[in-house]
């Protein structure tokens, strides 16, 4: 009786879909219900998250009748070479230091304390994938050289305590357009889908996290989010990768597949923000075709993802049916981009 139940788990197409993923009120925010900066932040997130932007880390969308702008903030999403944010000249002082590899970056220093807490933000050369960003919340009567001195001496971390310490993506701040204080949201880490954001505003009690704007439900691989045909065809594509071990610094296996993980999120809560990959179907099925010819397993993988996909397209379609109250045709049509792209966003076979 288990190995038929089994059997069927493949071959039928049914839909087991998780009930949280339905609620269609992403995001939402954690703690600070009466705190300005935390509605703004929401609101903020949502026009985010209804964007084209695929990661949510993106230089952010801002709504209308938002009673803050966005002073400090990266130039676009790629900022792997370094020194790619962009500030405004009355908000913040952007201020080069040298950095122990000889690469110059900044310090953004707030040029006005508010509430006696002034924030700055150090932007330090790192490696091939970018620079490291960490924000520091400092009494007003620090000056630059004194927190310089740290920086450089190596003992900013037990002199200064970062709210924001050594980040892959640079936060987000704001300045209120009334009071002119500011306030910062952390938007996560690249290697999270849909990361958290965290949301600092000053206080009595100083600088701190005040509620989190949450674009998703606690789950450890985005294709939870998904039905289980979906997830059995997800895991058919995940064997066709390899393992990615022993690739050197650059590790493209792992790299891939966490923008995998992160197209499936979107496949299950925003599709309409999927991009467009790097190969045509036609492009990538043709390198399917060769791997399969590898060898036996190589061959089975190939053969059950043929037999899986259609039960994972109606799946799909049944989900977006239910998930965005769509027709069932245009549940259909949607479904069958959406799985496309997430199919051809597992490889980048080189067309030459």
Request: charged residues 20%; proline residues 6%; hydrophobic residues 40%.
């Amino acid at each position: 009786m288990k190995q038929f139940v089994v059997v069927l788990s493949i071959l039928v197409p049914w839909v087991a879909i998780p009930v949280e993923s339905f609620a269609n009120g992403w995001p939402r925010l954690i703690g600070g219900g009466e705190i300005v900066q935390c509605a703004e932040a929401l609101q903020i997130g949502k026009a985010t998250f209804q964007s084209n932007s695929f990661y949510l880390f993106s230089p952010p969308t801002m709504p209308a009748g938002i009673g803050s702008t966005v002073v400090l903030q990266p130039e676009a999403v790629d900022i792997s070479g370094g020194n790619a944010l962009k500030s405004e000249d009355a908000v913040f002082d952007k201020l080069p230091i040298s950095h122990r590899t000889g690469e110059a970056r900044n310090i953004y220093w707030e040029t006005k304390a508010n509430e006696g807490i002034r924030l700055v933000l150090l932007e330090e050369a790192f490696n091939w994938q970018g620079d490291r960003y960490s924000l520091f919340a400092i009494q007003a009567g620090v000056t630059f050289n004194e927190f310089l001195v740290a920086v450089k001496s190596g003992n900013k971390d037990s002199q200064f305590q970062p709210i924001l310490g050594e980040s892959w993506r640079p936060p987000l701040i704001f300045q209120e357009k009334r009071s002119l204080r500011t306030w910062a949201i952390a938007v996560g880490e690249p290697y999270y889908f849909l990361g958290n954001w965290t949301v600092f505003v000053t206080g009595a009690d100083g600088v701190n996290h005040r509620c989190t704007v949450q674009f998703r439900p606690r789950v450890k691989n985005a294709t939870s989010l998904l039905p289980a045909p979906v997830r059995k065809l997800a895991h058919l594509l995940d064997q066709t990768m390899g393992s990615g071990l022993n690739e050197g610094t650059l590790n493209p296996t792992a790299r891939l597949r966490l923008a995998v993980q992160h197209t499936w999120a979107s496949a299950a809560l925003r599709p309409w923000a999927l991009p467009e990959p790097y190969n045509s179907r036609a492009e990538v099925d043709a390198g399917l075709k060769l791997w399969s010819g590898g060898g036996f397993k190589y061959l089975e993988t190939y053969k059950n993802l043929q037999k899986q996909y259609p039960f994972a397209l109606q799946s799909l379609a049944q989900f977006y049916t239910k998930q965005f109250d769509h027709s069932a045709k245009d549940a259909k049509l949607l479904a069958e981009h959406v799985l496309d792209v997430a199919f051809r966003a597992h490889y980048t076979f080189h067309r030459e």
